[in-house]
C-alpha cells in the first residue's frame, strides 16, 4: 500500500509559487553554471557578462539596447497574443507561420510603398499583415468549431508550409520576384526602401524604435482587454468552463472566432514591426518567438504583467548570450535555448510543487 | 536510365528511413494518449549522443544502444513531467525540441572547438558498420536488388521495428491495453491496467526508436557537424505529420515513409530524372524543390481537415490523445 | 450464514461531506441482494470501495471471511469481485471481444490462447447472452453495452458481482431477460448485490434486501417477509416535522406550461417522456424522483441547453421551444442546477464572486467595459444578504465551501429577477443552517410571485417547503400532490413506480384548467 499521496493544495499563494518559481530558475542557472565548468569557463564572470548583454565597458552600449528590443518587441507581442488564444484553452502554436504570413504581406506593401510617406507605408504594412494572419487564425479556429479539428495539429503544419513559402520566394530569381534584389545574381532579399524602414525618437545616439513604443502600449491594451472589457471577461468564462459559458448564453463558437483572429492578427503586428525594424525580410526573420512564445507565455501562466517581465528575461538570456559570444566563442546563442529548456523543465517541477504536496496517509482505522 | 531510377529508388529508402524511426516512435508514444512534440529534439539528443559513444568505442552497437538510452532518457523526462506531474504536454514537448536541438548544436560547437575536434566518421569501423550490407544473389537482382537490397543495417532495422510494433499493437495482450489507454484511460484502469507504467515504459521505448532514427541520419551524413545545419533537419516534424497520415499505425507508416520519400527525393534528383527523360518528365525542373518539402505537410494537412470532416470513427486518432489522465477526475 | 462480503464500521467522507457512515453490510453466499435507498444515501459510494476506486476512512473489509485490503480495481478483481458500473467503462472503439480481452487475467502475458475468444463464448452461452463479439462497442445499443459489461466480470471469474443500477437504461423485456440472467448466475454460485430503486424489481428478484439512508445503514430484510409499502417507509423514514416556513401566496395565472414534453439524455435514451406540468406564481411545486429519472434533462430543456424531441413549453403565452438559452433568460426564466460536483454548470470556478455574479448580464451595462463596480456591489449585497463566508468579493469560487458556491449561484440567479426560477439540488451537501438560508430565499422570492421550480431529494424537506409535489419516475409523470393532503409513503411509491395517479378519478394532473394552451395546442 503506498504510503503518501498527492494532494492539490486547496489554496495558491502568490508568493509561495514565487519562491518556488525562484528556486526552480536559481537550479536552472546552476545547471547552466556546471555545464559552462565543465568546459572550463568561470560561470560568474560568464552570466555577468550575459545579464548584463555586454554594456559594462562598451562604448557602444546604446547599440546592445537596440538590439535586445529588436528581439524583446516581437516576442512580447507574440507571446502576448498566444496567451489570448491559450486563456481560452485553444492551441494555436502557429505561431511562426502566423508571424511569416505577417511577414510576407507587410513585406510585399513594404516593397511597393516608394514615394509613400513612411508613417502610411508603416501603418499599411501593418493592416496587410494583421488582415491576412488573421485571416487564417479564423480559418483555422472556424474548422475547430465546425468540425473539431485538431487546432494544436493543423498550426503546426501551417508553420511548416509558410516555412517553405517563404524559402520559395527568397531562392527564386523571377521577374515577378519584388523581394529579391534585381542588382545581385544570387537570390537575396532585397532592403526596404527608405519609406518602410521603422523611426524611431532619437536619444542622443541611441534610437528608439516607434515599435517599441507601439509593443507597450499593446501591452497595456491587452491588459485592460482582457481584465475589464466584456470580451476579455468572455475569453475567461469561456477558457475556464466552457459548459457555463453556454448556460450563460454565450456564443462560444463567435468567441474562439473572434479570439483567434485578434491573437493571429497580433502575430501579424508582431511580424510586420519586425520587418519593418530590420528593414527586410528573411525566412529567418521570426527568430523562433512562435515557439519561445509559447514558452513565455506558459512560463508566465498566461499573465499579462508575467509574460511583459518573461519576455524581457527570456531577450536578456538570448541576447546575452550573443553578446558573450564575442568573448566566449566556445558558447554560442545555443547555450540559451538550452538554458531556456532547463528553466521551463525547472519551472513546471516548481509549479507542481506549490500546487501540490505529499500527505502521508493515514492508516485504515479498524472501527 | 534505369541507373536513374535505380538510385532513384535506393534513395528513397535511404534518406527516409529515419521518417519511419520517428513515426514509429511518436506512433508508440501517441498510442499511449500522449502527444510528443518533441521529435525533432529526441532525435537529435539521440543522433548525437549515440554517435559520439559509437565513434568513441568504433562500434555501431553501442551507438545504437546509447542513443536508445539518451532519446529513451529524454522519454522519460517527458512522461515524468506529463504523466506524474500532470504538465501540459503540448509545452513540454515543444520545449523538449527547443532543448534537444540546442542540446545538439552546443555539443556540437563545444567539441569542434576544443583540441581533439569532432570525431570523423569516414575510415572508421562505425563507418563500416553501418554500411551497406550485400547480401549474397538477392543484392545482386538487376534493378531490385540495388534498390531494396543494398542497405545498411539500420534500415532493415527500422523497418522490423515497424512490423514488429504493427504485431504488438493488434496481436499481443499488451498492445491491446496500450490502446485501451490510448482510447479511454478511465476504462482501462477501471480493468487493474497499470496507466501510469504503460505510459512510461512506452513513451521511454518510442522517444528510443526516434533516436535511433536521429543516430542513422547522423551516420548518412557521413558524420560531419555543421555549426548551422541540424542533422535531424525538420524529419522530426515531418514524422509527427506523417504519423497522421499513416492513421496512427506503423504498417501505414512503412507505405507513408515511402510517399513522403517520393517527394522528398524527387526534390533531391528532379533534375536527373528531368534530364534521363526529357520529354516526359522534362516539367520536373519547372516545380520549385519548397514545393516537395512542403508537401509532407500540406497532405497532411488536407488529411487532417477531410478525417475530421468524415465521420470520426475511421480515424485511428486515440481518443484521449493530449489529455492527462488523472485518476480522481473520474 | 456464510459471507461472500462482509463490511464492517465503513465510514467514507469526501470533505466535509460524510457519505457513509459506520456501515456494516453482509451478502452472503449465493444470494441476491438489493440494495436500497434514495439518492444521496451512499450506494455507489459504498459499492465503488468494494471496487477499489475509492478507499475507505475507517472499517473493515472481508471477503469469504478474511479480511481485504482492496487499493485499486485490480486488488478487487483479484478477490473475485466485478462490478458494472452505471457509467459503462467501455472503449468504444474496441469490439466486444477486445473490450473482454484487455482485463482477462490468468490467459497469459504476452498473448492469449486461441481458446479466449472460445471461453468468452461459453461464458456467453452458458448464461444466455445473445452478444456479437465482433461488434464494435460504438454501434451497440444500450443493454448490448450492459450485457457486454456483465460478460465481462463473468469471464474475468468474478464471484461476487455488482450491479450498480442496471435497470435504469432497460426496457420492460430487457429487464426480463437481464432478471432471468441474474438468476442464472445465482444458481452457478455467484453473489449479487444489485443497487435498484424499484421497488417492484426488489419485490423480483432479491433474496434480501439492505436499506441505506443518508448515508447510514439501516437494516437488511428478508424479502419474502417484507412488502413493498415497508420498503418504502424504511428508505424514506417517518416524516420529520421540519418547521420550513410556507406562506401561502394568491396564485396567478401559469406562467410556464409544460406540455408533451420529450427530451433525450446524452446517451440517447428516453430521459423525460412526455411530461405535462405547470408552475403558476407564487408557487413552488417540487420535482421528486430518484436521481436521474430525468430531472436534469428537464432543467436543461427549460433553460433552452438541451434540444426537445416534442412537445410545448410557453411561457407567458409565448412559446419557447427553440429559443437560445440567452433568449431564454431575458423572458425572465431562470435556472440553476447544482451537478454533484457542484460546480459543473453555473460557475466559471477560477473566477471570483464578483464575475460570476454578472455572469448571465455582463452584456447588458453600456459600453466595450465589463461594469464591475457595480458588479462588487451587487456581489457585496448577495454576501450579505445570504451570509456568504468570504474573504471578499474578488476571492475565486473555486476556494469557497460548498455551501458558499451554491448561495453565490442562488444568489445571483435571485438578483436578475426572474419570474420563473428553476433549482435543482440548491441545498445538496449544505448544512442545515445554510439550507434554512436557502429556504428562506426561496419563500421570499415565492412572496414576489415568483413561481419555482424546485428539483429536490429530501422529501421531508419538500413536504414542507413545496406547495405541490409533482413526482417522476424514468422521465414519466405519476402525479402531482398536494403537499398537505399526501404521504412520504405515497410519494416513495410513485418515486419508484409502483403507484401512478395520473390521471387518476378524473383528475388530469399536469395540466392547467386556465392553461393557456388551447386544446388544440394541447394536442399538436
Known amino acids: 500500500m503506498r504510503k503518501y499521496h498527492l494532494v492539490r493544495r486547496a489554496d495558491s499563494q502568490l508568493k509561495r509559487t514565487l519562491i518556488y518559481y525562484a528556486i526552480g530558475i536559481l537550479i536552472s542557472l546552476t545547471i547552466g553554471a556546471v555545464i559552462l565548468i565543465s568546459l572550463g569557463i568561470n560561470p560568474f564572470e560568464y552570466y555577468g557578462r550575459m545579464f548584463t548583454i555586454g554594456l559594462v565597458g562598451n562604448r557602444y552600449g546604446y547599440k546592445s539596447v537596440e538590439g535586445l528590443l529588436k528581439i524583446f518587441v516581437p516576442l512580447l507581442i507574440t507571446s502576448l497574443a498566444l496567451s489570448l488564444s491559450f486563456k481560452m484553452r485553444f492551441w494555436n502554436i502557429g505561431g511562426e507561420g502566423e508571424f511569416l504570413i505577417g511577414a510576407i504581406c507587410a513585406s510585399i506593401v513594404a516593397f511597393n510603398s516608394s514615394g509613400l510617406p513612411n508613417f502610411v507605408t508603416v501603418v499599411l504594412m501593418c493592416l496587410a499583415a494583421m488582415i491576412s494572419s488573421g485571416i487564417i487564425g479564423v480559418a483555422i479556429a472556424a474548422l475547430k468549431v465546425k468540425f473539431n479539428t485538431n487546432e494544436t495539429l493543423m498550426t503546426l503544419m501551417l508553420n511548416y508550409i509558410m516555412l517553405y513559402v517563404i524559402r520559395y520566394i527568397g531562392d527564386t530569381k523571377a521577374d515577378w520576384n519584388f523581394f529579391l534584389r534585381k542588382d545581385s545574381e544570387r537570390p537575396i532579399f532585397g532592403s526596404f526602401p527608405e519609406s518602410a524602414v521603422m523611426q524611431g525618437i532619437h536619444f542622443g545616439k541611441f534610437n528608439l524604435l516607434w515599435s517599441v513604443i507601439i509593443a507597450v502600449i499593446l501591452t497595456v491594451i491587452i491588459y485592460i482587454y482582457l481584465k475589464f472589457t466584456k470580451h476579455g471577461y468572455e475569453i475567461s468564462v469561456v477558457g475556464d468552463s466552457s459548459s457555463t459559458a453556454k448556460y450563460a448564453g454565450m456564443s462560444v463558437g463567435k468567441i474562439v472566432l473572434r479570439t483567434m483572429f485578434i491573437s493571429s492578427a497580433l502575430i501579424g503586428l508582431a511580424a510586420a514591426l519586425a520587418v519593418s525594424s530590420a528593414g527586410t525580410v528573411s525566412d529567418t526573420i521570426t527568430n523562433d518567438v512562435g515557439w519561445t512564445g509559447i514558452i513565455v507565455a506558459w512560463l508566465s501562466k498566461l499573465s499579462v504583467p508575467a509574460v511583459f517581465v518573461t519576455a524581457i528575461l527570456i531577450s536578456v538570456l538570448q541576447y546575452g548570450c550573443q553578446a558573450a559570444a564575442t568573448q566566449y566563442p566556445a558558447i554560442d546563442i545555443n547555450f540559451a535555448d538550452l538554458l531556456q529548456g532547463i528553466i521551463l523543465f525547472s519551472v513546471l517541477v516548481a509549479d507542481f510543487a506549490a500546487n501540490f504536496r505529499l500527505v502521508k496517509k493515514e492508516e485504515a482505522k479498524n472501527a | ?126 563507418d563500416a558498420q553501418s554500411q551497406a550490407i550485400h547480401i549474397p544473389f538477392i543484392s545482386d537482382i538487376p534493378f531490385v536488388g540495388k534498390a531494396l537490397f543494398s542497405h545498411g543495417i539500420l534500415v532493415y532495422v527500422g523497418i522490423l521495428i515497424a512490423i514488429l510494433m504493427w504485431f504488438y499493437f493488434n496481436k499481443t495482450v499488451p498492445g491491446l491495453k496500450l490502446r485501451s489507454i490510448g482510447e479511454n484511460p478511465a476504462a482501462a484502469d477501471s480493468l487493474g491496467v497499470n496507466v501510469a507504467f504503460y505510459k512510461y515504459t512506452h513513451i521511454i521505448v518510442g522517444s528510443g526508436i526516434m533516436g535511433l532514427g536521429g543516430l542513422y541520419m547522423g551516420l548518412n551524413m557521413g558524420g560531419t557537424f555543421e555549426g548551422s545545419n541540424c542533422w535531424i533537419n525538420g524529419y522530426g516534424w515531418i514524422s509527427i505529420a506523417l504519423v497522421i497520415f499513416a492513421n496512427w499505425s506503423p504498417a501505414k507508416a512503412i507505405l507513408g515513409t515511402l510517399i513522403f520519400g517520393f517527394f522528398n527525393t524527387l526534390r533531391v534528383q528532379n533534375a536527373a530524372l528531368a534530364y534521363t527523360f526529357p520529354n516526359t518528365l522534362g516539367w520536373l525542373t519547372k516545380i520549385p524543390s519548397h514545393f516537395f518539402s512542403a508537401l509532407p505537410f500540406i497532405i497532411t494537412l488536407i488529411v487532417l481537415i477531410t478525417s475530421s470532416l468524415t465521420s470520426k470513427g475511421k480515424s485511428g486518432e486515440p481518443q484521449a490523445i493530449g489529455r492527462n489522465y488523472y485518476r480522481e477526475d473520474r | 450464514m456464510e459471507y461472500a462480503i462482509e463490511l464492517k464500521g465503513i465510514s467514507k467522507s469526501f470533505g466535509p461531506v460524510a457519505a457513509n457512515k459506520n456501515i456494516n453490510l453482509a451478502l452472503a453466499k449465493g444470494e441476491i441482494l438489493a440494495l436500497l435507498g434514495e439518492n444521496g444515501s451512499g450506494k455507489t459510494t459504498l459499492m465503488n470501495m468494494l471496487s477499489g476506486i475509492y478507499m475507505p476512512d475507517s472499517g473493515s473489509i472481508f471477503i469469504d471471511g478474511k479480511k481485504a485490503q482492496i487499493n485499486s480495481p485490480e486488488d478487487s478483481g483479484k478477490l473475485g469481485i466485478g462490478m458494472v458500473h452505471q457509467h459503462f467503462k467501455l472503449v468504444e472503439r474496441f469490439t466486444a471481444l477486445e473490450n473482454i480481452r484487455i482485463g482477462m487475467r490468468g490467459e497469459g502475458r504476452l498473448f492469449h490462447g486461441a481458446d479466449v475468444r472460445k471461453k468468452i463464448e461459453d461464458t456467453a452461452a452458458k448464461f444466455g447472452f445473445d452478444i456479437d463479439l465482433d461488434k464494435k462497442v460504438s454501434n451497440m445499443a444500450v443493454s448490448e453495452k450492459q450485457t457486454l459489461e456483465i460478460l465481462k466480470v463473468l469471464c474475468y471469474g468474478a464471484k461476487i458481482i455488482i450491479l450498480d443500477e442496471p435497470t435504469a437504461v432497460l426496457t420492460v423485456q430487457e429487464i426480463d431477460s437481464l432478471f432471468a440472467v441474474l438468476r442464472k448466475m445465482k444458481e452457478d454460485g455467484h453473489s449479487i448485490i444489485i443497487i435498484t430503486h424499484k421497488l417492484n424489481e426488489v419485490m423480483a428478484i432479491s433474496d434480501r434486501v439492505a436499506i441505506l439512508r443518508h448515508g447510514e445503514y439501516i437494516k437488511t430484510v428478508v424479502t419474502k417477509e417484507t412488502n413493498e409499502k415497508e420498503l418504502t417507509e424504511l428508505m424514506v423514514g417517518r416524516k420529520v416535522d421540519l418547521n420550513i416556513d410556507r406562506p401561502v401566496i394568491e396564485k396567478t395565472l401559469p406562467l410556464l406550461e409544460i406540455r408533451n414534453l420529450t427530451v433525450k439524455s446524452d446517451e440517447g435514451a428516453v430521459a423525460v417522456d412526455h411530461i405535462n406540468f405547470y408552475i403558476r406564481g407564487g408557487e413552488i411545486l417540487g420535482v421528486a424522483g430518484i436521481a436521474g429519472s430525468g430531472q436534469k434533462e428537464l432543467c436543461e430543456a427549460i433553460a433552452g441547453l438541451r434540444p426537445i424531441e416534442e412537445g410545448q413549453m410557453i411561457h407567458e403565452g409565448e412559446s419557447i421551444v427553440g429559443m437560445s438559452p440567452k433568449k431564454i433568460l431575458d423572458h425572465g426564466i431562470s435556472m440553476s442546477f447544482i451537478p454533484e460536483d457542484r460546480l459543473g454548470m453555473g460557475l466559471a470556478p477560477s473566477l471570483s464572486i464578483t464575475d460570476n455574479m454578472i455572469l448571465k448580464n455582463y452584456n447588458e451595462s453600456k459600453g466595450i467595459f465589463v461594469d464591475r463596480k457595480s458588479a462588487r456591489e451587487e456581489a457585496q449585497k448577495v454576501i450579505e444578504k445570504l451570509e456568504i463566508v468570504t474573504p471578499s468579493t474578488e476571492t475565486p469560487v473555486r476556494r469557497l465551501s460548498g455551501g458558499n458556491v451554491q448561495k453565490v449561484l442562488l444568489g445571483r440567479e435571485i438578483k436578475s429577477g426572474p419570474n420563473v426560477l428553476i433549482t435543482a439540488y440548491p441545498v445538496r451537501g449544505l448544512d442545515i443552517n445554510s439550507s434554512y438560508t436557502i429556504y428562506n430565499i426561496l419563500n421570499t422570492e415565492k412572496k414576489k410571485g415568483v413561481g419555482i421550480l424546485f428539483v429536490g431529494e429530501d422529501l421531508d424537506v419538500m413536504m414542507s417547503l413545496c406547495d405541490k409535489i409533482m413526482v417522476i419516475c424514468h422521465g414519466k409523470l405519476q402525479g402531482v400532490v398536494n403537499s398537505d393532503h399526501t404521504t412520504k409513503e405515497e410519494i416513495g411509491l410513485m418515486m419508484t413506480g409502483t403507484l401512478n395517479i395520473v390521471n387518476k378519478e378524473g383528475k388530469t394532473d399536469g395540466i392547467a384548467k386556465d392553461s393557456a394552451i388551447t386544446d388544440e395546442e394541447g394536442k399538436a
Open chain 2, 1 to 126: 536510365m534505369l541507373d536513374v531510377l535505380t538510385l532513384f529508388l535506393f534513395n528513397i529508402i535511404v534518406y527516409n528511413i529515419p521518417l519511419l524511426y520517428g513515426t514509429t516512435g511518436e506512433i508508440m508514444i501517441e498510442k499511449s494518449g500522449s502527444l510528443n512534440l518533441g521529435v525533432e529534439g529526441t532525435m537529435a539528443i539521440g543522433a548525437v549522443a549515440g554517435y559520439l559513444a559509437g565513434a568513441k568505442c568504433d562500434s555501431l552497437l553501442v551507438a545504437c544502444l546509447v542513443s536508445f538510452i539518451a532519446s529513451g532518457l529524454v522519454g522519460l523526462l517527458f512522461s515524468f513531467l506529463t504523466v506524474t506531474l500532470q504538465a501540459n504536454q503540448n509545452v513540454t514537448g515543444l520545449t523538449i525540441t527547443t532543448f534537444g536541438v540546442a542540446f545538439y548544436y552546443f555539443i556540437g560547437n563545444a567539441l569542434s572547438n576544443s583540441k581533439g575536434g569532432w570525431p570523423t566518421l569516414s575510415g572508421t569501423g562505425l
